[in-house]
């Protein structure tokens, strides 16, 4: 399906609009999950899956749970919630059932995005708050499979207004527009100035703020490759040597080569 793109100015406009044409040249390497994102398929599985969660009733402005325990996994469930027109409500992966029941409940969501080594905690947290479905990047029991999301028939995806339409739900109510967040991408970029051939080797875990998105928003969106690594994951130096900005304390971003 070729993507439906919403209004210039919003988060998917401005971080996929060229991705078709970089092919699939990688845009995420993901070390904790296992996986290569090129710029191409992640935007067209974004696309494809937006367009199912729209296809089977998701409305403008829903707000729907991310609780997954990878960058590439959190990329692909926030980008979806957004291109579908809804609110995305990143939670951190090591809370337990009644902490992730407890934010459902606040931030109101009807629909939760899990992984299947969270689902169970993702399933019970369900049960506690007024999620009535649970999406599963990969089968897991009494989910919804994200793959079926791929295969519905096509429907257009809503054109949104960027300064209006909000595009995370954080812990404590605050909310963030599309324009808010790419205000953070921009505000991100300021010390390092990011170009297509830099590589981000990003270490901050998926969490319940708006850091990691906007950080590999911006990547995506300037052509740029995120690695994506646990702590203890980080990779040797024969593999590293490419890396030109590292990820800091609190928000911070340190070029180094």
């Avoid at 599985?45 to 969660?53: F, H, I, P, Q």
């Avoid at 998105?213 to 994951?233: E, I």
Wanted: aromatic share 2%; net charge negative.
């Amino acid at each position: 399906m070729t993507p439906s793109a919403s209004s210039s100015g919003t988060v998917i406009h401005e971080v996929f609009c060229r991705a078709y044409e970089r092919g699939e040249r990688p845009a995420l390497i993901d070390l904790r999950g296992g996986h290569v994102y090129g710029y191409r398929s992640l935007v067209t599985e974004v696309t494809r899956a937006a367009s199912g969660l729209v296809r089977r009733g998701a409305r403008r402005d829903q707000v729907v749970g991310v609780h997954v325990s990878t960058t590439g996994t959190q990329t692909v469930a926030l980008h979806t919630v957004l291109a579908a027109g809804g609110v995305a409500a990143p939670i951190g992966a090591g809370l337990g059932a009644e902490e992730v029941a407890a934010l459902l409940r606040e931030c109101d969501a009807r629909m939760l995005i899990t992984t299947p080594d969270l689902a169970e905690t993702a399933i019970a947290a369900a049960d506690g708050s007024r999620v009535r479905q649970v999406v599963s990047l990969g089968p897991a029991l009494d989910t919804i499979d994200f793959r079926g999301l791929l295969v519905l028939e096509p429907t257009a995806l809503p054109a949104l207004d960027a300064k209006r339409q909000d595009a995370l739900a954080l812990p404590g109510g605050a909310r963030l527009t599309h324009a808010d967040l790419l205000a953070r991408m921009a505000e991100l970029d300021v010390p390092i100035g990011l170009v297509e051939s830099d590589v981000v080797l990003c270490t901050w875990p998926p969490g319940d703020g708006a850091d990691l998105p906007a950080l590999v928003g911006l990547a995506v969106s300037k052509g740029a490759l995120v690695v994506a690594a646990g702590r203890g994951d980080l990779p040797g130096s024969g593999y590293d040597a490419g890396v030109t900005v590292l990820t800091g304390p609190a928000g911070t971003l340190e070029r180094v080569g």
